[in-house]
């Protein structure tokens, strides 16, 4: 099966400016994971309702990529990124 397309909204975009080179690396392999299986390889958003936003951490847990899964359109939207190092 292909892989889904990951789409970047233009916040998350933002948030990933300065993101320092081992963290950006974990970010890469972490959604590169998510767009071969997106509900196997995040959880879901406990403050939403909707299952298909979700959540991933990377960088061993200093980091979290706010998703959302569209099966239809076969696309994970990365609407946030926040990394606490």
Do not use: C
């Not at 233009?10 to 974990?26: C, D, I, M, Q, Y």
């Not at 991933?56 to 609407?79: E, K, M, N, Y």
């Amino acid at each position: 099966m292909n892989p889904y397309k990951l789409v970047f909204h233009a916040k998350a975009h933002a948030e990933t400016n300065g993101l320092p080179e081992r963290p950006f690396t974990a970010l890469y392999e972490t959604l590169t994971a998510v767009i071969r299986d997106p509900w196997h390889e995040t959880r879901p958003d406990p403050l939403e309702s909707d299952e298909a936003y979700r959540y991933a951490l990377f960088d061993g847990g200093d980091g979290v990529a706010h998703l959302r899964v569209d099966d239809q359109a076969r696309t994970v939207t990365v609407h946030g990124v926040t990394w606490i190092g």
